[in-house]
């Protein structure tokens, strides 16, 4: 946020001098960290909501599940939207992973004209690019996400199969607690196969890692 801000605050001021109605909006200044992965950011952040008392709505998307991000081998990351609960105005957008700096000025002029998330959602994305990834989040601010396993955990019937199935697709995309209560759930069915896997040793064929088992076995246990 250094030479893009200047340059701006540069154009405002000769347009002051010029007569113009010279002006910044800095709410709308993209912010960039040049790192591997990237780390880009645009309008607020949740601290500043809640310290406004602003409510809002969040909208997140993993590159892992995005099929550009996978093709170049860059899953790292996620986009994730905020969006006011009542109007569904973007406040600000949070990007980690590859190309970030230039996905967010998508974002950026989104946000220039007081776009809502549903704006972002029902704009066709090319295929495939990261930009899909921005599509996503947007939808998934009303938990519309196409391409990943939404919470829908509660509607699925008591099958260990179906249940076993959606817990390694919430593992493979990141979405460890999602993972967890698809496991616990079909680890409660009234079938051996899901008695058996929700067993030390399948969670461990898994590849949950010693942290994750222990924080799914202090979660078995209080719920008991």
């Known amino acids: 946020m250094l030479a893009h801000k200047a340059s701006e605050e540069g154009t405002a001021v000769a347009e002051i001098i010029d007569g113009q109605a010279g002006h910044v909006n800095y709410n709308t200044i993209p912010s960039v960290i040049y790192t591997a992965p990237e780390v880009a950011s ?4 949740e601290e500043e909501l809640k310290k406004n008392n602003i409510t809002y709505k969040i909208g997140k998307f993993p590159f892992s599940a995005n099929g550009k991000a996978k093709v170049m ?4 990351g ?14 600000g957008v949070h990007i980690i ?6 996905l967010i000025g998508e974002l950026t002029i989104a946000m220039e004209f ?3 998330a549903e704006d972002i959602a029902r704009t066709c994305h090319a295929h495939p690019t990261l930009t899909e990834s921005i599509k996503e989040a947007a939808l998934n601010v009303d938990n519309q996400a196409i391409h990943i396993y939404r919470e829908i955990l509660n509607q699925l019937p008591d099958n260990s199969g179906v249940l076993i199935m959606l817990g390694h697709a919430y593992k493979t995309v990141g979405e460890t607690d999602n993972a967890v209560a698809a496991y616990q759930k079909a680890g409660a069915c ?24 222990t924080t799914m076995q202090a979660r078995e246990q209080a719920s008991d």
């Open 42 to 45: 645009v309008g607020k952040t």
């Open 73 to 76: 081998n860059e899953t790292s």
């Open 190 to 213: 009234q079938e051996n196969f899901g008695d058996a896997f929700w067993s030390l040793a399948n969670l461990k064929t898994y590849s949950f890692s010693a942290d994750e088992i």
């Open 78 to 91: 996620f986009v994730k939207i905020l969006s006011d609960k009542n109007t569904d105005e973007v406040l």
């Open 97 to 102: 992973g590859a190309d970030a700096g230039n």
């Open 114 to 116: 007081g776009a809502s």
